[in-house]
């Protein structure tokens, strides 16, 4: 078993910071990240455990925040099928969902970038598990991936009306390195 990369990215405005030690486990990955920040004037802080199965396929996800009486969020897709790990209850409106995006990380981008495989120039649309901070409650959202410069650069497009959409430089590893207006890598 190899040594757990730490990676730590800091908000680009305000005081949000993120700690996560990622670690392969043969053909998986295990995540352990811990993320202070702020989302519309609302302060939160939320530790999160992400176990990603080969080819990063999501598997499960075990959200805790420090808000006091605020439920743990513990999820699972296995087979497409997504499950509430605290009821054993199946979420049949995540259906269709692949990956998750948990909006207070950079780190859940890296799920597509990794899966996807994409060539230079080639783009996907995907249906994601979204978590938006500071609630993160999931729900299905379309998005799309396109790859600018292969394993460097990446357009992310939010397809929920929102009209959002970033530039993305990654590393080596296929891990974000600047997401301009949200997080960027420290050391």
């Known amino acids: 078993m190899a040594e757990p990369r730490i990676i730590r990215w800091k908000a680009w405005s305000g005081d949000g910071v993120e700690h996560a030690e990622v670690q392969r486990l043969g053909d998986a990955v295990n995540v352990h990240s811990v993320v202070v920040g702020e989302d519309e004037g609302k302060r939160f802080g939320v530790h999160y455990h992400l176990l990603l199965v080969p080819g990063w396929e999501f598997h499960n996800l075990i959200l805790d925040t420090a808000r006091p009486g ?90 929920d009306g929102s009209g959002f959409t970033a530039d993305l430089e990654v590393d080596d590893a296929g891990l974000v390195v600047d997401y301009p207006g949200l997080f960027r890598r420290v050391g």
């Open 70 to 159: 605020f439920p743990r969020l513990s999820l699972s897709r296995k087979g497409g099928v997504w499950t509430d790990l605290s009821t054993g209850a199946e979420m049949p409106e995540l259906s269709g969902c692949i990956d998750v995006d948990i909006s207070a990380t950079p780190f859940t981008n890296s799920l597509p970038i990794h899966r996807l495989g994409l060539a230079e120039s080639e783009s996907a649309e995907i249906l994601v598990a979204h978590l938006a901070a500071p609630d993160f409650v999931p729900k299905p959202v379309r998005q799309r991936y396109t790859c600018l410069l292969q394993s460097r650069h990446y357009r992310f497009e939010s397809l």
